[in-house]
């Protein structure tokens, strides 16, 4: 083979790309669907053959990978079946009549999103779960939640929606709109992550709300959103919370922008940046409290990591990085051999055996490709600079533009896909502020835990807040630069794979030799180069 093999890499690898081949056959390409089970089909057969007369030349070295063949083909249908089977079996939980109009009595489930458009319209948007709805005289419970957008006007702290806030009850009514998962032209990945199927539209006179005090998860949340509230100003405070908890439901829509523009927005999308500087939070009280034993240091971080994953809602990007911290941790506890490669593959096993169409949502993507970047070009890269390793302060920042650098180069496709465009400036701003985030971000998490036990502490918020007002300054004003964007066309899902495959050929886990490495390396460049010209041309 031409890469060691590691199987839980290659299997999530080969269920992925099956569960994308069966989005293919329902709305791209029915023939390239088939062209490609006749393949599988064709590669078990020559397995199968292999098996009885092997001392072929040809058939013996089928014979030699026969057992990662089946395993492969094997998940990569199963892929196939997983998606066939969502799509072919989909159906609305209580089928509605768009034409009537229902009573309506739930909770409220998120914090709204505000929006105000070019043309002056006002709108609050949040889901609504546990939801009773009055059909005749019958009381249908819903299971899933129902999507609710309400047009306000004069938004502030005289409207009624102002202090609305997760686990409320809510009363309205109106006409319910399908927004199914499985479209006839589209498949809607935010209706399948957000678990709705029904949206709402309404006027801030159709609701009542009443009150009601938060439990469990929604409590933790709603505390730590009061904290900040009260000792921030609502602009910083916002996207404190969208730091720490990655709910950017309330997140001023200027700060998030300059973020995008800049290529720093990951730094309020919860990840393995976040959950490594958790993990490094855990180890200083570790240390101060003297514990010493491996697997209670283990034990004891893994709770809080998975404590805090399931408080930020297990997005696909914490999810993935609660998984692999949890793995390497148990690596080093029981003093085994961890391997980035494999752990991350586990992790997207485990999100795709709950919830296989994360394939398709940006955030799952995006997680993804920046680790599998990282694990594959860093030490690649590093062979650049590994001469500067005697001067701790050099070699560190050609460590920190690796890893940035690195990053980038795995996401850029996806980010060019998703949001057509491309971050100038976004090497040099990541460098800059990533080690500046990271500092805050664990001066945050600190003094917002102390605040909640210590409400008098409160007001040394202020200094995250004054670092938060410098990213805001410092984005902003490189995002006014002219060119600090560039527009380009979407490219093809197609062009995605190749450019995943090619990084895994150019890197270490690949075992070919360094001439066709080196010819593979500056082929992707001069390639990279030409696609990055069309994109921004046509």
């Known amino acids: 083979m031409f890469a060691h093999y590691r199987p839980l890499f290659f299997i999530f690898i080969a269920l992925l790309m099956g569960i994308y081949f069966g989005y293919v056959f329902y709305y791209i390409s029915n023939t390239l669907c088939f062209i490609t089970l006749i393949l599988c089909f064709a590669v078990m057969s020559l397995v199968s053959v292999s098996l009885i007369s092997h001392n072929d030349k040809i058939l013996s070295k089928i014979y030699a990978i026969r057992r990662p063949l089946i395993c492969l083909t094997t998940c990569f249908i199963l ?92 009363v309205f009514g109106g006409k319910f709109v399908k927004t199914p998962v499985f479209g006839n032209n589209y498949l809607y990945e935010y209706a399948y992550k957000n678990n709705f199927e029904y949206s709402v539209y309404l006027d801030e006179g159709d609701i009542v709300l009443y ?106 990007s914490v999810t993935r990085a609660t998984i692999m911290a949890i793995c390497l941790l148990s690596a080093k506890a029981f003093q085994k051999q961890s391997d980035s490669l494999s752990s991350v593959s586990l992790a997207g096993l485990i999100i795709l055996c709950f919830h296989p169409l994360y394939v398709f949502d940006v955030s799952f993507q995006l997680s993804f490709s920046a680790v599998f970047s990282i694990i594959l070009l860093v030490p690649l890269f590093s062979l650049c600079y590994k001469k500067f390793k005697k001067n701790k302060i050099v070699y560190g920042v050609f460590d920190t533009v690796n890893l940035s650098l690195s990053a980038q180069i795995g996401t850029m496709p996806y980010i060019m896909k998703t949001f057509h465009y491309v971050s100038t400036f976004s090497l040099l701003v990541n460098i800059i502020v990533v080690p500046f985030f990271g500092i805050v971000y664990m001066l945050l998490f600190v003094l917002t835990l102390l605040t909640i036990l210590l409400p008098f502490v409160g007001y040394t918020l202020i200094v995250p807040e004054l670092c938060f007002r410098l990213i805001d300054l410092l984005t902003g004003w490189i995002a006014s630069i002219p060119y600090a964007t560039l527009s380009v066309n979407t490219l093809l899902p197609l062009e995605l794979f190749v450019w995943a495959f090619a990084l895994f050929l150019v890197s270490d886990k690949c075992i070919l030799n360094k001439h066709t490495k080196r010819m593979f390396a500056s082929s992707i460049i001069y390639l990279s180069i030409l696609l990055l010209i069309l994109c921004l041309v046509l």
């Open 211 to 316: 009150n009601k005090d938060p439990v469990g998860l929604d409590a933790v949340r709603e505390r730590i959103h009061d904290t900040l509230y009260n000792y921030m100003s609502p602009k910083y405070a916002s996207l404190a919370y969208s730091v720490l908890i990655g709910d950017r439901t309330g997140l001023d829509d200027e700060i998030e922008n300059n973020l995008k523009a800049t290529g720093v927005a990951h730094i309020i999308a919860v990840s393995g940046l976040h959950v490594g500087f958790v993990v490094t939070l855990m180890a200083l009280v570790l240390k101060l409290c003297r514990i010493k034993r491996g697997y209670l240091k283990f034990l004891i971080t893994s709770i809080v990591l998975v404590f805090y994953c399931l408080l930020c809602g297990m997005t696909p």
């Open 79 to 170: 892929g196939c079946m997983t998606f066939v089977g969502m799509y072919r079996t989909y159906t609305y939980e209580y089928d509605f009549d768009e034409d009537t109009e229902y009573y309506v009595v739930g909770s409220v489930k998120t914090n709204y999103s505000y929006t105000n458009t070019e043309e002056g319209e006002e709108s609050l948007r949040f889901l609504i779960k546990d939801a009773v709805v009055m059909v005749d005289d019958t009381k249908v419970r819903l299971n899933k939640n129902i999507y609710l957008k309400v047009t306000v006007s004069d938004f502030g702290e005289n409207s009624d929606l102002y202090q609305l806030s997760v686990n409320d009850d809510i």
